[in-house]
């Protein structure tokens, strides 16, 4: 089973821009489709994207753009032109197989969340 650990959250002023990173370790991350979930203070988790295993196909939030480096084991998430309402924990997990998916059920592992907080 492939462990998974994300960065690159942290406190940022409306507009501006992070850059999330998991990185994935036991496993090579390239056998797995990915997923970016996100859950804000009382509300349920939700799907941000997914990317497959080979990087070609890839489903994303606008403002947000979703890669991978198979070769670092490492899966990105680029988000532009934030909004309060992107305040949230990030969550990234991984679905063995090609085909990412929006159920959170349909992933084998999830990382331990970074905090978003965008202020306004």
């Known amino acids: 089973q492939v462990q998974l650990v994300e960065s690159g959250g942290g406190l940022v002023q409306a507009g501006g821009s992070l850059r999330l990173s998991c990185a994935a370790s036991g496993r090579a991350v390239s056998t797995y489709a990915m997923g970016w979930f996100r859950q804000a203070p009382g509300k349920e988790r939700e799907f941000v994207g997914g990317i497959s295993w080979d990087g070609s196909r890839t489903y994303v939030l606008g403002r947000f753009t979703i890669s991978r480096n198979n070769a670092k084991n490492t899966v990105y998430l680029q988000m532009n032109s934030l909004k309060p309402e992107d305040t949230a924990v990030y969550y990234c997990?991984?679905?063995?197989?090609?085909?990412?998916?929006?159920?959170?059920?349909?992933?084998?592992?999830w990382g331990q969340g970074t905090q978003v907080t965008v202020s306004s």
């Open positions: 997990a991984a679905r063995y197989g090609n085909t990412w998916s929006r159920k959170e059920s349909d992933y084998n592992s």
